[in-house]
């Protein structure tokens, strides 16, 4: 099968390539996906998941991407609750091969059923982005009605779909991100919108939630914004500078097969919308991880026609 692999740390983006790899094998309660489309984080090649199994062990040349939509072609021995031929979305594990494949195992647990009124290329888009959304703002942060939440990266793939979820639980959303983020933040939902460039992040005054996608100093800065028993949520990095009064929070996303499936009905039901910007074919998806490629909404890779 067709996959993009990395096989040297220090080559970075230069070292991914569109390679030949053998069919991926089923372990118990896995099954194999048939991937229609994938999505990426770029910066995945720094993560220690992507050069080692969960014991450490060197596991190059390795497949990136976590991100996958597709088809259900195989079951591994136990596997329950899915089925051959069966529409599915969701994540791939941290240490292994990921979606970036013709076909790639995933345990059964980290996928959900896909609508049939569902894309592919929109289903990519949705794991990492609206579970991490969700997650920050409810499971961490406890975001409630009437609260305030500052959402950093307001119009990015994850912050885009913090706004639309904050928006919806009614609570005051104040987006940022660049001069050019403005309409896109406002046209999600998010009642005012700063411009980190330009304008004091200070001026912002107190929220009841931060949420962070950006890290270094806007993180640091943000911990001041917080009002007593609120909450600094982040995904950049670990908390060095932590609110007077509030809680800080670094984490990462979790699988999440039931909170999938309510993220693909509001979907459907047009509560929410991903922002998907470039879809490029799987050969071209070495250039997509340039650190100067920065495009509008998600980088989703079309492995298979629908």
Request: proline share 6%.
């Amino acid at each position: 099968m067709q996959a993009i692999t990395v096989q040297d740390r220090d080559a970075g983006v230069s070292g991914l390539t569109c390679s030949e790899l053998p069919y991926p094998h089923a372990a118990e309660n896995d099954v194999i996906v048939k991937v229609h489309a994938a999505g990426f984080t770029p910066g995945e090649l720094a993560w220690p998941g992507t050069w080692t199994d969960r014991a450490g062990r060197d596991r190059t040349p390795s497949v990136p991407g976590h991100e996958l939509s597709g088809v259900v072609s195989e079951l591994g021995y136990g596997t329950t609750g899915l089925t051959v031929g069966q529409r599915v979305f969701g994540l791939t594990d941290w240490t292994r091969n990921g979606s970036l494949a013709q076909y790639t195992a995933v345990e059964a647990r980290n996928l959900a059923p896909l609508p049939a009124d569902v894309d592919h290329i929109t289903a990519a888009a949705l794991p990492i982005s609206g579970l991490t959304a969700y997650q920050a703002l409810f499971d961490h942060a406890h975001l409630l009605t009437g609260q305030s939440v500052l959402i950093h990266g307001a119009a990015g793939g994850v912050g885009s779909i913090a706004v639309q979820l904050a928006r919806e639980a009614g609570a005051r959303v104040i987006g940022t991100g660049r001069s050019g983020d403005r309409d896109t933040a406002l046209g999600l939902g998010a009642h005012t919108f700063l411009d980190l460039q330009a304008e004091k992040l200070e001026d912002v005054g107190e929220v009841d939630v931060v949420f962070d996608v950006i890290g270094g100093e806007i993180l640091e800065r943000s911990a001041a914004l917080v009002r007593p028993s609120g909450s600094l949520v982040t995904v950049a990095e670990p908390v060095t500078v932590r609110p007077r009064e509030g809680r800080a929070i670094f984490f990462v996303v979790e699988p999440d097969r039931v909170r999938l499936a309510d993220l693909a009905q509001r979907l459907r039901e047009g509560r929410l919308k991903p922002i998907i910007g470039a879809v490029q074919p799987l050969a071209d998806a070495p250039s997509a991880f340039a650190p100067d490629k920065r495009t509008p909404g998600k980088t989703i890779i079309r492995v298979t026609e629908e």
